[in-house]
């Protein structure tokens, strides 16, 4: 509590001013790994994966897939030369293959699933989010909540979460989805009015992080439902979570080159 007081005195404020004003990370921040040399690896350097987020191909060109990485650092430790931790926020996208860095081309042209800008400036209300947990660590929650904290403030930009689905214009899903929380997601997508999103968050909505593949849980949100935009992270920050909001809802430009 001392920390936030001081933090509050020293700044002025307390409340972020994001979008509006870029977030900066602390020093020692860990934000998505970069891949810097993408040619010419070693297929040695897919072991030190525990996700299998890392591949190599025949030509030795290796990509990292953002969908899958857990941010343990494995790979920064392995090959500094070739990793590194990026000093921002922000991963959200609305396609899955564009968080393959490396050797994916990541500005193919979006699906042409609607979104919610023209409902958003027609009726000029607020866009209202239910967030459901399928499965999570509950890691990904801590950092949903904290949206509607003091600091964060998501309710300024409009965004108020919502306990009817009936009444939700975007969905929230966090974790891997198991078999119990299959048929509730399914069911509270399906009662949503149109237009509607879908927006995945966290390394197990997006994949399903390190249960991926074991049989009893899906591999990602998308294997039951379409989803609109992905925001990995495990966690993602309360930042990247309201870049996706943002993106989801058409309220800022499609993603920035990363």
Sequence with gaps: MLAWIT???????????????????????????????ASDADRELEWCCPTAAITVDAHRR???DHGRCIQCGECVRAAPHRFVFAQRYETADRRREALVVGDTDRHAPSPGRPTLADQERAL????????????????????VQALWNPYY?????????TAAPRHADILLATGVVT?????????TWAVMPEPKA?????????SGGLSAGDGET??????????DVYVPGSPPSPIAILDGLLLAAGLRDERRDR
């Design 218 to 227: 899906c591999s990602g949100i998308d294997a039951v439902l379409p989803v």
């Design 62 to 64: 290796l990509s990292l």
């Design 198 to 206: 879908l927006v995945a968050v966290g390394t197990d909505a997006c």
């Design 124 to 143: 000029k209300r607020s866009i209202h989010v239910r967030h459901i947990d399928t499965g999570s660590d509950g890691s990904e929650e801590w950092e």
């Design 7 to 37: 933090r509050g005195l020293a700044k002025g404020r307390i409340t972020t001013a994001y979008p509006r004003e870029p977030e900066r990370p602390a020093d020692g921040f860990h934000g998505p790994v970069l891949v810097l040399e």
């Design 153 to 161: 403030d998501i309710q300024r930009l409009g965004f108020f979460l």
């Design 179 to 187: 078999p119990a929380m299959r048929s509730p997601l399914e069911r």
